[in-house]
């Protein structure tokens, strides 16, 4: 894998361009239209810069590197992005619309992101439902971690989407994870399914003990985190994934700074898992 296809997408100048080594910095922060709602241009801007690969107001060739598309859109999905803080949780469905062949996603959140959009904008509230409704490459969608009472609030219809695969934070452990993600053969035994993989880690799943995040969190620990990681990537190839869960500078310069070396320190240790198989 060519490590050039790892991008910080920057909403809230939470990142800088040399947190994360081997990183290409992509930076929205002048996008309007974009905390927890992505409103119709800015999701076509941000997918134009996504799709031009270059770092927007470096001050020189902005315009010729917008008309340099790259050869294969489903390259922008490869690779590990880290998308800033939950708030921005939508752009997973900007890169899974890159993916041009049947894949499964499996996310990792506290929440199920599963709400009806309001006023039909996409939002990091309503991301996984669209995915799940609308991408018709998408086969299988794996949520991991939210409460259970979340769970059972959803509709009907998504419940029983043949698609959704759903494990509750009260049910979540490495054996559930395996049950969940492996089928049965045609000899009757269990094994990883043969599709792409698209990972998408929102940390507030973790305990925040573990981390703390601008969102209300769950009870992971991060060595549980990452043990189900590899468990799910292992011996399949995987299309892309993304981080989020930062706390963001935006939510209160002294929180951020109290914070920032714990939340680095934990997007550094599940990038160290990521990258063994992205």
Not at 50 to 66: C, M, N
Not at 213 to 242: E, H, K
Not at 254 to 259: I, K
Request: contains cysteine; glycine residues 8%; negative net charge.
């Amino acid at each position: 894998m060519n490590r050039m296809s790892d991008r910080i997408i920057n909403f809230t100048n939470t990142y800088e361009a040399g947190d994360y080594e081997g990183f290409t910095f992509i930076d929205c922060s002048d996008i309007p239209g974009t905390d927890m709602y992505c409103d119709e241009p800015a999701y076509e801007e941000i997918r134009q810069r996504l799709l031009a690969g270059y770092r927007y107001g470096s001050g020189s060739g902005q315009e010729d590197a917008r008309t340099e598309a790259v050869k294969s859109q489903a390259a922008v999905s490869q690779g590990i992005h880290l998308i800033d803080s939950g708030n921005y949780h939508y752009m997973s469905r900007l890169f899974t619309s890159f993916i041009d062949e049947p894949y499964e996603l499996v996310f990792f959140d506290n929440h199920t992101d599963m709400k009806p959009a309001m006023f039909d904008m996409l939002s990091c509230g309503s991301w996984a439902k669209e995915v799940l409704e609308k991408d018709g490459n998408l086969r299988r969608l794996y949520m991991i971690g939210p409460p259970e009472k979340s769970v059972e609030e959803l509709p009907g219809e998504l419940l029983e989407n043949g698609k959704l695969v759903f494990i509750t934070r009260e049910e979540f452990s490495k054996e559930r994870v395996c049950e969940a993600v492996c089928e049965e053969n045609s000899s009757g035994k269990k094994e990883i399914s043969r599709l792409p993989i698209y990972i998408s880690v929102d940390k507030d799943v973790l305990a925040g003990s573990e981390v703390k995040t601008n969102w209300d969190q769950g009870s992971m620990r991060m060595g549980q985190l990452l043990s189900a990681l590899d468990l799910i990537c292992s011996g399949r190839r995987v299309a892309g994934a993304d981080i989020c869960g930062l706390f963001p500078r935006s939510a209160g310069e002294s929180e951020f700074f109290l914070s920032r070396e714990q939340g680095m320190k934990s997007d550094k240790a599940i990038i160290e898992v990521l990258r063994k198989y992205v």
